[in-house]
């Protein structure tokens, strides 16, 4: 079974509006870290967003904000007023265990996100 | 920005012939990590490192070893190149003991073709 799943392979948006990026996990651990990451054109792996599984509040950065559903196992990255610069790649991942750990991500397919002017 | 550096950028090899790439990083960050990223497959973690000559496998290690010698450098080796081993190739820090994120912090990558 997959630990990440993105649903949403590609996506298209008109500028400004609001956009919800889909993502779902898998795990047994109680402690574990949920990512998000942006890959544009270029190529680059753009840091986003962080959740900690005890965390009590969803994370926000900026236009970014996680939607943490825990009990229903879902992260999804909602961004606000969208921008052209915010079409690219967005990728979820896990890392399992506690805060601080070596341990990797596990990363989702992904989800193209285009916006429209 | 995290001060990650990966070398080469781009290489194109020959099926059988061995392969180094080299990460560095200026950020004293304990663990580091290879990826490697394939059309409809995401990320996929390859060999990580828990500090120096501290390794472990990932999920796709097989055909891949690397080294540790020290904190800044991190060396994923190609024994024998194949052609599945075409990909783009991201190394990552994490573990400064001050982020309250655990983020990874991720290199420019390394694109590999093995013809």
């Known amino acids: 079974a997959q630990k990440i799943t993105q649903t949403q392979p590609g996506m298209f948006v008109q500028e400004k509006e609001a956009v919800t990026l889909d993502c779902t996990y898998d795990t047994s651990d109680p402690s574990y870290g949920l990512f998000w990451y942006k890959q544009p054109s270029s190529g680059e792996m753009i840091f986003l967003i962080y959740?900690?599984?005890?965390?009590?509040q969803n994370a926000t950065e900026g236009r970014y904000s996680l939607n943490f559903q825990k009990a229903r196992k879902s992260a999804n990255l909602v961004i606000s007023a969208s921008q052209l610069g915010d079409s690219a790649m967005y990728f979820c991942a896990m890392r399992e265990g506690p805060r601080g750990g070596a341990d990797g991500l596990t990363f989702g397919k992904g989800t193209h996100l285009i916006i429209q002017p | 920005d995290a001060g990650i550096t990966q070398s080469p950028r781009h290489k194109v090899t020959e099926t059988g012939t061995p392969v180094t790439l080299r990460c560095h990083q200026t950020e004293n960050h304990r663990y580091m990590y290879w990826y490697r990223q394939d059309p409809g497959h995401g990320l996929r973690l390859i060999h990580y490192s828990y500090g120096v000559k501290d390794t472990d496998k990932g999920e796709v290690s097989d055909g891949y070893s690397v080294s540790r010698s020290k904190t800044e450098d991190f060396l994923l080796t190609l024994e024998s190149a194949t052609s599945s081993q075409t990909s783009v190739y991201f190394c990552?820090?994490?573990?400064?003991?001050?982020?309250?994120?655990?983020?990874?912090?991720f290199g420019p990558g390394t694109r590999l073709t093995v013809l």
């Open positions: 990552a820090i994490s573990g400064s003991g001050l982020a309250r994120r655990d983020e990874q912090f």
């Open positions: 959740q900690g599984s005890y965390d009590q």
